[in-house]
Nanobody, 127 residues
């Protein structure tokens, strides 16, 4: 088990920035790839970004490329999602997830690849 806890969500104006954190407990977290997904009201949960277990590769959905940055701190067992130039359409519940699969990172847009999920944190972007 790798319990995940997201934090850092909140209300921000369009054009603003926000950084989300995903905290993990469990000694094996460094072996997991980690992804961020988001779910807008009334819509399906969608992939935003993922980072490989070794931190060497990252993968972004086109909708967030250039605005979002995923990173991880192995010493703290943390993964971060820096979001800038936020838009109202970025509003939703943001989830982090961890997966042990060694498939290529581009497959980490598939929710089935992930083994553990956090409870989510709400991000609201006002226009």
């Amino acid at each position: 088990q790798v319990p995940l806890v997201e934090s850092g969500g909140g209300l921000v104006q369009a054009g603003g920035s926000l950084t989300l954190s995903c905290a993990a407990s469990g000694r094996a977290f460094s072996y997991y790839a980690v992804g961020w997904f988001r779910q807008a009201p009334g819509k399906e949960r969608k992939f935003a970004t993922a980072i490989k277990w070794n931190g060497g590769d990252t993968h972004y959905a086109d909708s967030v490329k250039g605005r979002f940055t995923i990173s991880r701190d192995y010493a703290k067992d943390m993964v971060y999602l820096q979001m800038k130039s936020l838009k109202p359409e970025d509003t939703g519940v943001y989830y982090c997830a961890a997966g042990l699969s060694r498939v290529p990172l581009e497959y980490y847009n598939d929710q089935d690849v992930y083994d553990f999920w956090g409870q989510g944190t709400q991000v609201t972007v006002s226009s």
